[in-house]
């Protein structure tokens, strides 16, 4: 298959990249938007609460990265209940017209796991207003399946905490999820390497989202085309179709015929 004809489908809308990058945590606006040309990424989630999207008087995102260019995914970092979160998205779509959006409802400050319960409710609540919600989780197949009941137009489970750099912890999780569902299966959180994007693709993701990995890379710029890279070779090895695992050993060359 020529990957130039695999696009990213999410809620009907057709993407390029497979590689979505955070907008957070680079030097400035400007590292910023280098990042995101040298991924080749076509979308980038947007902290509503934290990036600069309304205050005229400061560097605005949009100065740098433009959203007829780029899809912005307005996320709800930060929040820890549903109603932080459904009125940061409401505040979104006042804003930008933004109705694809990035569900995040953290349950502590210091592991930053999904809270699931508020996640699920405010999921239902979203798709009910006409929002496209892509929503961040933990790893469980059960709570997945109950996101993609809900309404989630993507399911967007944690491959370790966020920021945390450990990659995908659960692989078995990860493709159980994976092979329940119709919806698009989006690694989101703990990516640490080039690496990691590939294994998450080889289990068949649609994609993942960076931002730590590759703001706070010792080289971000480099970085961001080693995910672009990755991304690539990762989704090329599992539409290539892997051999069988075997405890055994076979020869590479045939047995007739030997001198």
Same mark, same amino acid.
């Not at 209940?81 to 998205?89: D, G, H, K, V």
């Not at 929002?131 to 399946?145: G, R």
């Given at each position: 298959?020529?990957?130039?004809?695999? &696009?990213?489908?999410?809620?009907?809308?057709?993407?390029?990249?497979?590689?979505?990058?955070?907008?957070?945590?680079?030097?400035?606006?400007?590292e910023?938007?280098?990042?995101?040309k040298?991924?080749?990424?076509?979308?980038?989630?947007?902290?509503?609460?934290?990036v600069?999207?309304?205050?005229?008087?400061k560097?605005?995102?949009?100065?740098?990265?433009?959203p007829?260019?780029i899809?912005?995914?307005?996320?709800t970092?930060?929040?820890?209940?549903?109603?932080?979160?459904?009125?940061?998205?409401?505040?979104?779509?006042?804003?930008g017209?933004?109705?694809?959006?990035?569900?995040?409802?953290?349950?502590?400050?210091?592991?930053?796991?999904?809270?699931?319960?508020?996640?699920?409710?405010?999921?239902?609540i979203?798709?009910?207003?006409?929002?496209?919600?892509m929503?961040?989780?933990?790893?469980?197949?059960?709570?997945?399946?109950?996101?993609?009941?809900?309404g989630?137009?993507?399911?967007m489970?944690?491959?370790?905490?966020?920021?945390s750099?450990?990659?995908?912890?659960?692989?078995?999780?990860i &493709?159980i999820?994976?092979?329940?569902?119709?919806?698009?299966v989006?690694?989101?959180?703990?990516?640490?390497?080039?690496?990691?994007?590939?294994?998450?693709?080889?289990?068949?993701?649609?994609?993942?989202?960076?931002n730590?990995?590759?703001?706070?890379?010792? &080289?971000?710029?480099?970085?961001?085309?080693?995910?672009?890279?990755?991304?690539?070779a990762g989704?090329?090895?599992?539409?290539?179709?892997?051999?069988?695992?075997?405890?055994?050993?076979?020869?590479?060359?045939? &047995?007739?015929?030997?001198?």
């Amino acid at each position: 298959m020529k990957l130039k004809n695999d &696009k990213l489908i999410i809620s009907n809308k057709k993407f390029n990249s497979r590689l979505i990058v955070g907008t957070g945590k680079y030097k400035n606006l400007l590292e910023c938007a280098k990042a995101v040309k040298f991924s080749g990424a076509d979308i980038v989630t947007v902290a509503v609460r934290r990036v600069n999207i309304i205050n005229k008087k400061k560097p605005l995102l949009m100065d740098f990265i433009d959203p007829k260019k780029i899809t912005y995914l307005p996320n709800t970092a930060g929040c820890f209940n549903s109603e932080e979160a459904l009125r940061t998205l409401r505040l979104a779509r006042e804003i930008g017209g933004w109705k694809l959006v990035k569900l995040e409802v953290l349950g502590d400050k210091k592991n930053l796991f999904p809270e699931m319960i508020e996640t699920l409710k405010s999921t239902e609540i979203l798709a009910k207003e006409g929002f496209k919600v892509m929503v961040y989780c933990n790893d469980d197949p059960l709570m997945a399946k109950r996101l993609e009941n809900n309404g989630a137009s993507a399911i967007m489970p944690l491959a370790a905490p966020i920021g945390s750099g450990l990659g995908i912890q659960n692989k078995v999780n990860i &493709k159980i999820i994976r092979d329940q569902t119709k919806l698009p299966v989006i690694i989101d959180a703990g990516l640490g390497q080039a690496s990691d994007a590939t294994i998450a693709m080889e289990l068949g993701c649609d994609g993942v989202l960076v931002n730590t990995a590759i703001a706070k890379a010792k &080289k971000p710029l480099d970085m961001a085309i080693a995910f672009k890279n990755a991304v690539i070779a990762g989704r090329q090895s599992y539409l290539s179709g892997r051999i069988d695992k075997s405890l055994m050993g076979f020869p590479s060359s045939p &047995k007739e015929g030997i001198i």
